[in-house]
Nanobody
Framework: QVQLVESGGGLVPPGGSLRLSCKAS????????VAWFRQTPGSDREFVAA????????LAANSVKGRFVMSRDNAKNTVYLQMTSLKREDTAVYYC???????????????????WGQGTKVTVSS
C-alpha cells in the first residue's frame, strides 16, 4: 500500500507558475508509475501527465504539453508537477495517482490507478 498526499495548490494569475507535490508514504514511489489528473465540477477526471516507472520523460496531455513537466525526488519520496504559463482553463482540483503495473497505452486512464491522493486545488485567475 502506498499513501499519497498532494500539496502546492493555490491561486495564481494567468501566465504564472506553480509546483505541485505528491509525497508518498508506505512504499518507495520510484517503483511506481505516477500520474497527475485534474477535475472540475461536473466533469470527468482528466489526464494531465505521467511519469512512467524507470523513465524520466514526462508524458503530457496535449493541453499542457510544453508547459507542465513532472519530476521525481527519490530521497524525498516525492513527485512534482511543475506548471508554467498557466491558463484559466487549468483551474481544477489536481490529483496524483500511482500504480505499479500500467502499460503505456493505459497511462491516461484513471481506472488503471490503484492509489490516489486527496487532491489539491489550483485556481488560475487575475
Amino acid at each position: 500500500q502506498v499513501q499519497l498526499v498532494e500539496s502546492g495548490g493555490g491561486l495564481v494569475p494567468p501566465g504564472g507558475s506553480l509546483r505541485l507535490s505528491c509525497k508518498a508514504s508506505g512504499r518507495a514511489l520510484n517503483s511506481y508509475t505516477v500520474a497527475w489528473f485534474r477535475q472540475t465540477p461536473g466533469s470527468d477526471r482528466e489526464f494531465v501527465a505521467a511519469l512512467k516507472y524507470g523513465n524520466s520523460n514526462t508524458l503530457a496531455a496535449n493541453s499542457v504539453k510544453g508547459r507542465f513537466v513532472m519530476s521525481r525526488d527519490n530521497a524525498k519520496n516525492t513527485v512534482y508537477l511543475q506548471m508554467t504559463s498557466l491558463k484559466r482553463e487549468d483551474t481544477a482540483v489536481y490529483y496524483c495517482a500511482a500504480d505499479r503495473q500500467i502499460v503505456t497505452s493505459s497511462l491516461r486512464l484513471p481506472s488503471q490507478y490503484d492509489y490516489w491522493g486527496q487532491g489539491t486545488k489550483v485556481t488560475v485567475s487575475s
